[in-house]
């Protein structure tokens, strides 16, 4: 019989902490909790992934991660493996941060990876041990996990599973992950919640908001926060789709109704939508959850909203033939951003990379640049052109594309670059550039959800 003292883990003054799944979501957790002061493992079974920040570099573009990384790698304190030994062995907590992709087959989340690691890992938990979850699944999943985790641990019930869902948003994951909005954490058993609090302390001593609830629903607290933020686009460019239809300005709507507090103007930006690895995917995984627990209904409204989305790609498109007189074929179109969103090289799902494809379809010649996305999409693009510098990109062009509001666009002179172009017009599809200096320079400027923009009617669009 195992000691009382045994049968869980309690809450350890300097606990060591291992992450698994280094990815966006894993690699900034794993570094942030080392500059908090913790001794870190982080463990992915990616060699290169592993060898790349165990030399100090971030595998991907997020502002800031390089240097803490370097920062904290004088510490001594991180540590990056491929063993999951290592990290069972040493580490008191471990992190689950594996990625949830939606299936190939269904709207559903792929739960291969997340069921992979906790199985390894599992067999390897000889004391007991805190497993929490922060990759985003289905409502379900953690109880699932919490069985499988005690039937598997040679140490038994002792290897606990709690869930710790992430809110952390791509180009400001270090900020979100060393001082979010709040932490949330669903738990089976309150002693398990005391360890988190323990481990979560130095982010605590700041104010944020501590909330402890049951495994249920802090899975649903993450699907929840994502349908709403994905519904908050959606509404507001379902009002531009209004907008264009009526002549009205969705950006004045957007600010009027934002001075609202109980609406507010953030995540009201109208433009061509939303992407990446996490709305798009997540807002499905929900509905097809809802799907298996029988209450489909009840996110009905999340396929408008992923239609409503979707929707501002093939607008922009047709805006696009428009402007150039109907037909696209032959065009020079570039496209300034591939990355989903600015401050990323992320380029999963992008809503500009996608317009990109389309107008390619359509027989454009397409030129596509960003700052930082070039090299994720030379390996996944081959039928457009991607050219680093953005005056070299828009040379000759027909028609210019602002798909993704990287600060360097907002910063582009409409007088130089419209000696570059073969014809002045330009689409703003984020809403973001100021286009009454590009009309007064002498463009032909249209955007998405704006009738008329600088005094210049917008483009019939059949
Ligand atoms: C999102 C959630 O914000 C975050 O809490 C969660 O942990 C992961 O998913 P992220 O995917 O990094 O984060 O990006 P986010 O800033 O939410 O933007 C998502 C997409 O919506 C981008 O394509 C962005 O361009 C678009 N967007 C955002 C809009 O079109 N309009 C807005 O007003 C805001």
Redesign the pocket.
Known sequence: MRSPAARTLTPVTRPVLSVIGCGYLGAVHATAMADLGYEVIGVDVDEAKIKQLAEGTAPFYEPGLDELLQRVEGTGRLQFTTSFETAAERADVHFLCVGTPQRADSNAADLTYVDAALDTLARLLTRPTLVVGKSTVPVGTAERLAARLAELAPVGAAARLAWNP??????FAVQDTLAPDRLVVGVSDPQDAEVLRNVYEPVLAKGTPWIVTDLATAQLV?SA??AF?AT??SF??AMAELCEASGADVVALADAIGHDPRIGR??????????????PK?IRGFMACADELGVQEALGFLREVDDINLRRRARALAQARALVGGDLAGKVVTVLGAA??PD?DDIRDS?ALDVAHMLAREGAVVRVTDPKALDNARRVVSDVELVADPVQACRDADLVLHL??WRDYRALDPVALKAVVRRPRILDG?NALELAAWAAAGWEVAALGRPTVGGTPQPTVS
């Open positions: 992430e809110f952390l948003r791509e180009g993450k926060a994502n933020l908050k686009i507001i460019n953030r995540f009201l930006q109208a433009g061509l939508g939303f992407g990446g690895g996490c709305l997540d989903f969103k990323s809503p993704t509001e984020r």
